[in-house]
């Protein structure tokens, strides 16, 4: 993991994150939130920082007889890690609260994403967070992580699926048996359906994640206010969250332990807890 310095410094670790909330982190959703894991749990390993994340309202859905999906007890490392179900009350309670935020505005069409589109960013083309982030003087963290294609590749996706009865039902099954989100959005974020896309496992790779500058909101609360500014700060958080991750894609190639076997080889010599070399900065 690499942050950046308030002078712009990237170095390793989490050094930039703020510790003082309230503090979004808004970044990219990997293929079925494979970065969710590690990311809160180096948090409270390098910093003591208990981040909260804000999900998906079919995470917190009660168990009914019959009901299409996962039992709900499967999301339950994610509630008891503090997630909490995606709403501007919840938003509002944990910025009031000073929290760490974890926030995708990509959301389940980025985690559910088709062939081809890894990396891409299904943003809305409003601002959903940025006026309330500055009611807080809230500190924005733009972030990228990659590493799912070294993991699995997409194979049988949404657009598959729905050519086929049986799946094309199960899908509508289990998208309207959960809350919809987005329901007046334009575009392909609101594209909401549930499903499951077929995966084509590989040889593990390796993850890499890059928290950008922090972005100050303190004492913007007036000046965010305007719809036009709070759209640009916006604008500026997603090109920000693109940068983090082109970064990470071009410096991955240079990282001679990109590979599970070099990895294992390393750590074989030099101990299991040994960290493990990265790229050059």
């Known amino acids: 993991m690499l942050s950046t310095l308030e002078?712009?410094?990237?170095?390793?670790?989490?050094a930039g994150i703020p510790s003082e909330g309230p503090v979004l982190l808004v970044g990219y959703h990997m293929l079925l939130g494979l970065e969710l894991v590690p990311l809160i749990a180096q948090f409270l390993f390098e910093r003591n920082i208990?981040?909260?994340?804000?999900a998906h309202p079919m995470m917190f859905a009660k168990y009914k007889e019959g009901r299409s999906g996962p039992s709900p007890s499967y999301y339950d490392t994610f509630r008891i890690m503090g997630a909490v179900p995606v709403s501007g009350t919840n938003l509002f309670k944990l910025l009031s609260?000073?929290?760490?935020?974890?926030?995708?505005?990509?959301?389940?069409?980025?985690?559910?994403?088709?062939?081809?589109?890894?990396?891409?960013?299904?943003?809305?083309?409003?601002?959903?967070?940025?006026?309330?982030?500055?009611?807080?003087?809230?500190?924005?963290v733009p972030f990228g992580a990659v590493g799912e294609d070294d993991i699995g590749q997409v194979v049988v996706d949404?657009?598959?699926?729905?050519?086929?009865?049986?799946?094309?039902?199960?899908?509508?099954?289990?998208?309207?048996?959960?809350?919809?989100?987005?329901?007046t959005a334009t575009g392909e974020v609101a594209n909401q359906d549930v499903h499951l896309p077929g995966i084509m496992p590989k040889i593990p790779g390796r993850f890499y994640y890059f928290f950008g500058k922090p972005i100050e909101t303190?004492?913007?609360?007036?000046?965010?206010?305007?719809?036009?500014?709070a759209h640009e700060l916006y604008l500026e958080v997603k090109s920000e969250v693109e940068k983090c991750i082109a970064y990470l894609k071009e410096k991955r190639e240079g990282d001679p332990y990109r590979s599970?076997?070099?990895?294992?080889?390393?750590?074989?010599?030099?101990g299991s807890s040994s960290e493990i070399p990265t790229f050059e900065l």
Not at 7 to 14: D, E, F, P, S, T
Not at 50 to 54: D, K, L, Y
Not at 218 to 229: I, S, T, W
Not at 260 to 270: A, G, H, P, W
């Open 97 to 140: 609260r000073k929290a760490h935020i974890l926030l995708y505005p990509g959301g389940m069409r980025e985690a559910l994403h088709r062939k081809g589109e890894e990396y891409k960013l299904f943003w809305p083309e409003q601002s959903e967070f940025v006026r309330m982030a500055a009611r807080f003087g809230a500190k924005i």
């Open 260 to 270: 599970i076997f070099s990895r294992l080889v390393y750590q074989t010599i030099n």
């Open 158 to 183: 949404y657009d598959d699926l729905t050519k086929i009865p049986y799946f094309r039902d199960q899908i509508k099954n289990l998208t309207d048996g959960n809350v919809r989100l987005r329901t």
């Open 7 to 14: 002078n712009g410094k990237i170095v390793r670790g989490l």
């Open 50 to 54: 208990h981040v909260r994340g804000i």
């Open 218 to 229: 303190e004492g913007r609360k007036q000046e965010l206010k305007d719809r036009e500014k």
